[in-house]
């Protein structure tokens, strides 16, 4: 949670020093220093058996912001005239844990509502993958019309400049995708229909454009 350092306190030294042992950032310190340490923390969590409280927190604190009291019973008493501490005990937690399984359920609820569009969007594209070698060849197809009739052009009219060059061959690159877009489009609706394999044969057949590829799948 971003602390940079966690002290552990326990009834045996030797379990301290064993829980700190596993972590790089948690250090280990005698119960009975506790009390005087407490007032060096942003938070203390505290998770005994002990039947009385074992911290007692008044307005001394000044650097203390967080208590979290997992006992039962309680290991922390906050006293009433302190405001700047933020206790929490089980009760709370259980709050919590319920407000996040209301928030989980709400969740998954606005999932549900949009899995059968998610479906059917994944069935289209799904469906839409073998159109994804006739769509390559029509743009290869154009684009290498579109160079061709460029480099002609540069041979015609050798004294334009770079500048000249570069917005000449953007706007043929432009009429090009202009061109192509809405066979792109309808082919694109026409995959997805039963007789989608006459309908990409034809497609072939009016732009020239190779059928191996079809014939493969």
């Not at 002990?50 to 208590?67: F, K």
């Not at 684009?143 to 400049?161: C, F, Q």
């Not at 000449?168 to 609706?189: A, L, R, T």
């Amino acid at each position: 949670m971003g602390y940079d350092e966690i002290v552990v306190y326990n009834r045996t030294m030797a379990s301290a020093d064993e829980i700190a042992s596993e972590f790089p950032s948690v250090t280990a310190r005698e119960f009975g220093k506790l009390t005087e340490d407490i007032d060096n923390f942003d938070a203390v969590v505290a998770a005994t058996s002990s039947r009385r409280a074992i911290l007692e927190l008044d307005g001394s604190y000044s650097r203390l912001q967080v208590a979290v009291d997992l006992g039962v019973p309680r290991n922390i008493h906050i006293n009433n005239d302190v405001d700047n501490i933020h206790g929490y005990n089980i009760d709370d937690l259980d709050g919590i844990l319920v407000a996040n399984s209301d928030l989980k359920h709400d969740m998954i609820e606005q999932v549900k509502q949009f899995i059968p569009q998610a479906v059917e969007e994944f069935y289209v594209w799904q469906k839409q993958l073998h159109v994804v070698p006739v769509i390559k060849q029509l743009r290869e197809s154009s684009l290498s019309i579109e160079a061709n009739a460029y480099d002609s052009l540069m041979r015609k009219l050798p004294d334009l400049d770079d500048h000249e060059k570069k917005v000449i061959s953007k706007h043929m690159k432009s009429i090009i995708n202009q061109i192509i877009k809405e066979p792109i489009k309808q082919i694109k609706e026409l995959s997805v229909q039963d007789d989608a394999k006459v309908d990409l044969d034809f497609f072939c057949d009016i732009f020239g454009l190779p059928k191996n590829f079809l014939n493969e799948r």
